[in-house]
């Protein structure tokens, strides 16, 4: 299939396996779903397009805990789309958590927004290094 979906999910012991699997059986091909010894669940599975409904079914799942991560790392190849490609996605008890939010895998989503802040804070510092240099060395007018 051109997708795989992996969802992961922490600080959640009231869920299990099973629940996770039924979920992917009904939405997702050659699923799977387990608990690790950490207590860490994963679900995942194969389908030729985007399975929002078995993201979000497993999402709401999380949604009366606050406590509960999950992480919904989404890769493709290039069997159903121009371009292979990662999204991975973070939520906080069921709460979409923009800041995290990562496509192929590195780079943010508020990519120009991150570099703009970067640019901003370098040139504030660029100019207070050149204020206290120029204190330092008797050269400030």
């Known amino acids: 299939m051109g997708q795989v979906t992996t969802i992961t999910i922490t600080n959640a012991p009231e869920l299990s396996a099973e629940q996770l ?29 985007t399975p929002d409904t078995f993201i979000s079914d497993v999402l709401s799942l999380t949604s009366d805990l606050p406590a509960a991560g999950a992480t919904v790392n989404e890769e493709w190849d290039t069997r159903d789309a121009d371009e292979p490609g990662q999204r991975i996605t973070r939520y906080l008890g069921g709460t979409f958590l923009s800041q995290a939010t990562q496509v192929t895998g590195l780079v943010p989503d508020d990519l120009p927004t991150a570099i703009a802040d970067v640019r901003a804070a370098l040139a504030m510092a660029t100019e207070k290094t050149a204020w206290l240099l120029d204190g330092l060395d008797g050269t400030r007018a």
């Open 21 to 49: 699997g039924e979920i992917a059986s009904n939405h997702v091909n050659d699923s799977c779903a387990w608990t690790e010894d950490d207590g860490t669940h994963r679900v995942e599975g194969h389908s030729k397009w």
